[in-house]
């Protein structure tokens, strides 16, 4: 005999929500990352906020991270694919010191890092990932991944819940896109240059000052990290708690 649901009005609220049939592992837990590379110094930065939905599950989750041998390290998205791509990460890099005796590069960390996300293409690391460090010639360099691997190296690069209100922020004011030289009656493309370390801490401030208004899942605060040839030093600012 086939049962059937009681008519009542819990009977008739399960009815009307829709059944998931697929597996979901995964959730968004907020927040905002974002690299700029100087001409010898690198910055990463991230808030310190963490959600699922309307609800703040901690007001300092930290998201950038010392990986060590000047490289920095940032995973946002699932919070606990994050957390595990770095402590991979990490314990890839102590095997190489075992293997090599000597520091990795800020490129062919970038390379382990798309062999590691690659390697979990049929069920991927749910984050957008970014590494800052410095090049072979003391140059700052930011490399940006998706989550199966593909990356490429950039001037500057925002993930997670703002990025679509940062990233043109800094077009404008980091890759000078769209604009001419003001001398040259608009024959001339403004020719790029690298920003001072004062002005890119005050660019990320402004950045996620802005997020913070726009954008319920960033806030609480502001953690900036900055490699340079004497080492990785971090500054931290208070962001709005609403």
């Given at each position: 005999?086939?049962?059937?649901i009681?008519?009542?009005?819990?009977?008739?609220?399960?009815?009307?929500?829709?059944?998931?049939?697929?597996?979901?592992?995964?959730?968004?837990?907020?927040?905002?990352?974002?690299?700029?590379?100087?001409?010898?110094?690198?910055?990463?930065?991230?808030?310190?906020?963490?959600?699922?939905?309307?609800?703040?599950?901690?007001?300092?989750?930290?998201?950038?991270?010392?990986?060590?041998?000047?490289?920095?390290l940032?995973?946002?998205?699932?919070?606990?694919?994050a957390?595990?791509?770095?402590?991979?990460?990490?314990?890839?890099?102590?095997?190489?010191?075992?293997?090599?005796?000597?520091?990795?590069?800020?490129?062919?960390?970038?390379?382990?890092?798309?062999?590691?996300?690659?390697?979990?293409?049929?069920?991927?690391?749910?984050?957008?990932?970014?590494?800052?460090?410095?090049?072979?010639?003391?140059?700052?360099?930011?490399?940006?991944?998706d989550?199966?691997?593909?990356?490429?190296?950039?001037q500057?690069?925002?993930?997670?819940?703002?990025?679509?209100?940062?990233?043109?922020?800094?077009?404008?004011?980091?890759n000078?896109?769209?604009?001419?030289?003001?001398?040259?009656?608009?024959?001339?493309?403004?020719?790029?240059?690298?920003?001072?370390?004062?002005e890119?801490?005050?660019?990320?401030?402004?950045?996620?000052?802005?997020?913070?208004?726009?954008?319920?899942?960033?806030?609480?605060?502001?953690?900036?990290?900055?490699?340079?040839?004497?080492?990785?030093?971090?500054?931290?600012?208070?962001?709005?708690?609403?």
């Amino acid at each position: 005999m086939q049962k059937t649901i009681p008519t009542t009005e819990y009977a008739n609220e399960v009815r009307s929500e829709p059944i998931e049939h697929r597996f979901n592992p995964y959730s968004d837990n907020g927040g905002t990352i974002l690299g700029i590379a100087g001409e010898d110094f690198a910055v990463l930065a991230g808030d310190t906020r963490q959600t699922t939905g309307y609800s703040i599950n901690s007001r300092y989750e930290p998201k950038v991270f010392d990986v060590g041998d000047n490289l920095l390290l940032s995973a946002n998205g699932f919070a606990g694919d994050a957390t595990q791509l770095v402590k991979v990460f990490e314990n890839r890099l102590k095997w190489y010191h075992f293997d090599h005796n000597k520091p990795l590069t800020s490129s062919s960390a970038a390379r382990l890092i798309q062999h590691m996300l690659y390697g979990k293409r049929f069920f991927p690391y749910y984050v957008h990932t970014i590494l800052a460090g410095l090049d072979d010639e003391g140059k700052g360099a930011i490399y940006s991944f998706d989550p199966v691997g593909s990356y490429e190296r950039e001037q500057c690069r925002a993930g997670g819940a703002a990025a679509s209100l940062i990233m043109p922020f800094l077009d404008n004011q980091v890759n000078f896109k769209n604009q001419m030289d003001p001398t040259s009656n608009g024959t001339k493309r403004r020719e790029i240059r690298y920003l001072s370390l004062d002005e890119v801490i005050q660019l990320v401030r402004d950045a996620f000052s802005s997020a913070t208004e726009r954008h319920i899942e960033v806030g609480d605060g502001l953690e900036i990290m900055i490699v340079t040839k004497e080492g990785v030093r971090t500054e931290y600012f208070p962001l709005k708690k609403d």
